[in-house]
């Protein structure tokens, strides 16, 4: 009886040392919960008060240049950046990933990632408000001529794909990441409004950059404000005095002439020649001005702004003979010059045209030569030698017949296309001599061709030309950044290997493999089977064993 007491009595001692052991873990669990969530609360301000990344890639995509942080810190008004990429573009986590690292060191980014395919309403408002073009691709998804457009008090700024990377050297096996460059260069602009002015000249019978039809300047206008320039159309040909005709062009940062067919005055010329001897650039279209009443073939009146830059304006028509240049119809004033390797032929000359769609092709030019002297002018657009400049156009269009060569005509091969460059910079904005590009027909602006896919060679040259000779300064102080490009190369003798190795070892190992298969399981039904006396003692011994290993 006294044994029972003891039992009960130490029973109930254990229990309760067994509670206060309980309840003691309860109370160090609850205060390790506490501690965690301190440090967690503890760590969650420090991080938001000191915060910082750390940047992983290869090519360091996601390490801001200090030109960039100090263009971010010295931020006076917020800037809203809309981004238009779907979350399937491969640039969008880029773009997300480096916009997180910008606001990281401001507080002046809006930052909107407005997906087309995903959010069509919220893409419409920035459509509408932007005046952006988009359209679908045949799987579907919504592309747009703008990637990101950045936009500060009444100035915005666009950023198109291509300015976010650069293939120029993935034959090498590399690209250059452009991102920071384009968001930091945008985000200065928009801070300074720093625009190029483009003034079409207008008064001459000029094409119109009001004309948004197939036959106006309309199409170019929208594309080029999206390129970040200013268009507007300056009419001097109303104005008798140099001064006033100078004061016309005081704010143009390139004057850009498309087909007239009145001849500018000397007055003009001068006010012209002497803007671009100070560092306006220049692009000149100019098809030849044929005068029905005189029958002859009008000057342009910019022969001498042209000499200047080493150009001579040639007062011609010119005719493609050559049957592997020439359109099959026509008399040959329709044809596809060649092209030399220059800034403004950049993504044209380099491809096989015929293959790629982005042949130019060039209506009704007149030809240029050189002038001579220190500046020497670049051939970039030509005829083949079997070409030719006639010169008197109104006596074959009156005798009629098949196009000859004349005695007294050009010979082939013929520049139809120029770009000049003079010597030193005369503007703090630029780092290159004044430049003069011109072509001898106006066809290569006109809307059809940004409209038309078979003449998006004639836009591309458009749009290279007015860059080159209009450029901004470069930001040297953001580079771009070389990435491995994640391409594939197959050499001949790659792809012999890739062969042998598709063809011939693949499905000899799987032959062999089956040989091997079939013959282990011919050698199983050959082997003879164990005897009953033998399967019999085995059963027994297993049924005398027991579970330890020992027998019963």
Not at 210 to 226: F, I, P
């Amino acid at each position: 009886m006294k044994t029972r007491k003891r039992q009960d009595k130490s029973k109930a001692i254990e229990t309760s040392n067994n509670s206060a052991v309980a309840t003691s873990t309860k109370a160090i669990s609850a205060a390790g919960v506490i501690a965690a969530m301190a440090v967690m609360i503890l760590v969650n301000v420090l991080s938001s008060r000191h915060y910082e990344r750390w940047d992983l890639s290869s090519a360091k995509l996601y390490t801001l240049s200090p030109a960039t942080i100090t263009t971010l810190k010295g931020l006076e008004q917020n800037v809203d950046v809309d981004v238009l990429l779907s979350t399937s573009d491969p640039l969008h986590r880029s773009v997300r990933n480096l916009l997180d690292v910008y606001n990281s060191k401001t507080s002046r980014l809006n930052v909107r990632f407005v997906d087309p395919d995903r959010h069509p309403a919220e893409f419409s408002a920035v459509q509408m408000k932007y005046d952006i073009v988009a359209g679908r691709t045949e799987d579907g998804r919504v592309v747009t001529d703008a990637s990101i457009v950045l936009s500060s008090m009444d100035r915005h700024w666009f950023i198109l794909a291509e300015d976010l990377v650069d293939f120029s050297e993935l034959e090498d096996g590399y690209s250059k990441s452009k991102l920071e460059q384009a968001l930091t260069t945008g985000i200065r602009a928009v801070q300074n409004d720093a625009r190029k002015q483009l003034c079409f000249t207008a008064g001459h019978g000029e094409y119109s950059i009001d004309d948004t039809s197939g036959q106006g300047l309309g199409e170019l206008r929208d594309r080029l404000r999206k390129n970040n320039y200013d268009v507007i159309s300056v009419n001097s040909g109303q104005l008798t005095t140099q001064a006033d005709v100078f004061k016309e062009f005081a704010d143009c940062n390139a004057i850009v002439v498309v087909g007239p067919s009145i001849p500018f005055s000397q007055l003009e010329a001068n006010a012209i020649a002497q803007h671009m001897q100070a560092g306006v650039g220049g692009f000149f279209l100019l098809s030849p001005i044929l005068d029905a009443s005189s029958q002859s073939q009008l000057p342009t009146g910019l022969e001498s702004v042209a000499r200047l830059f080493g150009i001579d304006i040639a007062a011609d028509y010119v005719f493609e003979m050559g049957d592997d240049a020439r359109l099959p119809r026509g008399t040959g004033e329709v044809f596809f010059p060649s092209l030399e390797t220059h800034a403004v032929t950049d993504g044209l000359s380099a491809v096989s045209l015929a293959v790629a769609g982005m042949r130019v092709v060039t209506v009704r030019t007149r030809s240029f030569d050189v002038v001579g002297g220190e500046v020497q002018p670049i051939r970039f657009l030509k005829t083949t030698d079997r070409a030719f400049g006639m010169v008197d156009f109104h006596a074959w269009a009156q005798r009629g017949g098949d196009v000859s060569k004349g005695q007294n005509d050009r010979s082939g091969p013929l520049a139809i296309g120029m770009a000049s460059e003079l010597s030193e910079a005369k503007r703090s904005d630029q780092d290159h001599g004044t430049r003069l590009v011109v072509l001898g027909s106006a066809n290569y602006a006109l809307g059809h061709n940004f409209r038309d896919m078979a003449l998006r060679g004639n836009a591309v040259l458009v749009g290279n030309i007015i860059s080159w000779v209009a450029a901004f300064r470069p930001i040297v102080d953001v580079p771009a950044k070389i990435t491995p490009a994640a391409t594939l190369r197959i050499t001949e003798s790659s792809l012999n290997e890739i062969v042998r190795y598709v063809l011939i070892f693949m499905p000899g190992a799987v032959i062999l493999l089956a040989v091997a298969m079939y013959l282990r399981r011919k050698s199983r039904e050959i082997r003879p089977a164990p005897s009953q006396k033998t399967g019999d003692r085995s059963v027994r011994d297993e049924d005398e064993t027991d579970g330890d290993g020992g027998k019963t």
